[in-house]
């Protein structure tokens, strides 16, 4: 009897120390991380390539007990793609069952100083799931951008620069659908109301606001004065005679100083020969450039000029005499610093 007791006692003893282990395996820390640590699990990634992932991100504090809790609830069966954040003192159980149920964290998608379309989808694949050129194959899309009522030209006046956040996995289409719901907010009545006071469609004032950021890319403080400018010139009827516009229209974005051969490019784009704004921005102008072309200086010059002290500041002038003048100041400075392109 004596000896029954013992092996009952024994048998309890075994089965109460490997409880308390496989309760550990469960429910016990299996995380050692110093910081919040991100695993990016790709949709064509099985099972095996995610344990590959934890281990040479060297998450895992032991490797077997978490392949056993995860046979355990079936994770290798239901592998779901995203963007994990793994934070230190997880257990094998918190950790398949954040992995299992798809629970990600969105990441921050950021972006401005956009020339084009191309360069949004390579700036969006560098952040989410999908290469540039399926962000791309969406983003000239003639029949998606014309749902949404726009055209090629315009089509990148729709995307707000600003920062989001967006899951990882998320689709070219999930992601212009979100960018279209966006710019709806953003146009709000008192934006689409100055919109209409100015007479121009939403893409019109982005247009204008793409030309005045070009003008001057270091002192926003002259945004307004510049917007004011162009819209006098576009009541008067006279060109707008922009020279980012000009470098847009001839593509090299290296040029520093607009000479006349440039001027003669065939394109609508070269507003030295064509009246109005061009067909749809030269760029993805900053939410405070829109701004300052809705809440535009009232003002009567329809001339300006870099300063010959290269200050990055403009003379504004409401005679073309006065303009010459500065002109000529500022091209002396650009001879003598031997900048001729």
């Known amino acids: 009897m004596k000896k029954i007791l013992l092996v009952i006692l024994v048998l309890g ?90 629970n990600q964290v969105p990441v921050r998608v950021s972006f401005n100083n956009v020339r084009n379309l191309p360069q949004l989808a390579g700036r969006l694949s560098e952040v989410l799931e999908p290469d540039s050129m399926e962000f791309l194959r969406f983003l000239t899309d003639e029949g998606l951008i014309s749902a949404y009522g726009f055209r090629q030209e315009t089509f990148i006046s729709m995307f707000i620069p600003n920062t989001y956040e967006v899951y990882w996995t998320e689709t070219p289409d999930g992601f212009i659908k979100r960018m279209a ?25 982005v247009t204008l606001a793409s030309i005045v950021q070009a003008e001057q890319s270091i002192r926003p403080q002259e945004w307004p004065t510049i917007a004011g400018l162009y819209l006098n010139r576009i009541r008067r009827d006279m060109k707008l005679e922009s020279d980012p516009t000009l470098i847009y229209a001839v593509g090299d974005f290296s040029i520093r100083r607009v000479l006349n051969k440039h001027k003669r490019v065939d394109s609508p784009y070269n507003t030295y020969k064509h009246k109005g704004l061009p067909p749809g921005p030269i760029r993805m102008p900053d939410i405070g450039a829109v701004d300052a072309v809705l809440n535009s200086e009232d003002h009567a010059y329809i001339f300006m000029c870099a300063k010959a002290d290269l200050s990055g500041y403009h003379h504004f002038s409401e005679t073309l005499r006065e303009h010459n003048r500065y002109a000529r100041e500022y091209r002396r400075t650009m001879n003598a610093n031997q900048i001729y392109r």
């Open 13 to 102: 003893l075994i089965g109460a120390y490997y409880a308390y282990d496989k309760y550990e395996d469960i429910y016990g820390k299996n995380v050692t991380v110093e910081e919040d640590t991100s695993i990016y699990i790709h949709p064509e990634d099985d099972y095996t390539a995610v344990e590959r992932k934890l281990i040479e991100q060297g998450i895992l504090d032991d490797v077997d007990s978490f392949i056993w809790v995860a046979e355990r609830k079936s994770y290798p069966q239901l592998v779901k793609a995203g963007h994990y954040v793994i934070r230190d003192g997880m257990s094998n159980n918190d950790l398949v069952d954040m992995l299992r149920a798809g």
């Open 181 to 205: 719901s966006e710019f709806k907010a953003f146009w709000n009545e008192d934006r689409m109301r100055k919109a209409d006071a100015l007479g121009l469609t939403q893409s019109e004032v």
